[in-house]
């Protein structure tokens, strides 16, 4: 069974920086791209990042292009995402989610990230 | 950016009846790469449709998909109490991925 199970989520004051790690496990991590998927309170879904299975590809949203740095350590089975000089609008619950292919096809729970 | 707007906002129906939701891409869509989303309240989201109309693991058949091009359609046969959610339509064939803005299924 595929598990995703994100932390590194908390309130921080814009301006900051926040690392978020996902942990996985149930597939062969490295063999799949690896997304971040985010989720303003009360708002829908917004795409944020993917990386390829070997780290090698790498696409952003505009909106956080330049400061936020996704990553994953195949051998730890672990997704990261560094977000730096953080906005009020950065706010949402930020989900792990497996990709096949493009496909974001299994979502974490989520960890909540403010930024206040 | 291949915008993707759904329609509409809001769907109240009750028990039983069909339901049908529209997603609209501003680009025709890359292959067949458009899939639909359930999400209850508190919940992550659950992929239900990927390539148009192709069935997740799991999910019933009274969830189908449909369409081409730029419009596409979820249809519910016979929504069930859990059935009563936000779906979410979205095309992953071009970067950066893109969702609409949700439909909201709820009990009339």
């Known amino acids: 069974e595929v598990q995703l199970v994100e932390s590194g989520g908390g309130l921080v004051q814009p301006g900051g920086s926040l690392r978020l790690s996902c942990a996985a496990s149930?597939?062969?991590?490295?063999?799949?791209?690896m997304n971040w998927v985010r989720q303003a309170p009360g708002r829908g879904l917004e795409w944020v990042a993917h990386?390829?299975?070997?780290?090698?590809?790498?696409h952003y949203v505009d909106s956080v292009r330049g400061r936020f740095t996704i990553s994953r350590d195949n051998a730890k089975n672990s997704l990261y995402l560094q977000m730096n000089s953080l906005r009020v609008e950065d706010t949402a619950v930020y989900y792990c989610?497996?990709?096949?292919?493009?496909?974001?096809?299994?979502w974490g729970q989520g960890t909540l990230v403010t930024v206040s | 950016e291949n915008v993707v707007t759904q329609s509409p906002d809001t769907l109240s129906l009750s028990p039983g009846e069909r339901a049908t939701l529209s997603c609209r891409t501003s680009?025709?869509?890359?292959?067949?790469?458009l899939a639909w989303y359930q999400q209850k309240f508190g919940q992550a989201p659950r992929l239900l449709i990927y390539?148009?109309?192709t069935r997740a693991s799991g999910v019933p058949d009274r969830f189908s998909g449909s369409g081409s091009g730029t419009d596409f359609t979820l249809t519910i046969t016979g929504l069930e109490p859990e059935d009563f959610a936000v779906y979410y339509c979205?095309?992953?064939?071009?970067?950066?991925?893109?969702f609409g803005g949700g439909t909201k299924v709820e009990i009339k």
């Open positions: 680009q025709t869509i890359t292959y067949t790469y």
């Open positions: 979205q095309q992953y064939g071009t970067s950066p991925l893109t």
């Open positions: 390539d148009i109309s």
């Open positions: 149930g597939f062969t991590f490295s063999s799949s791209w």
């Open positions: 990386i390829r299975k070997d780290g090698g590809e790498i």
């Open positions: 989610v497996k990709g096949s292919g493009w496909l974001t096809m299994n």
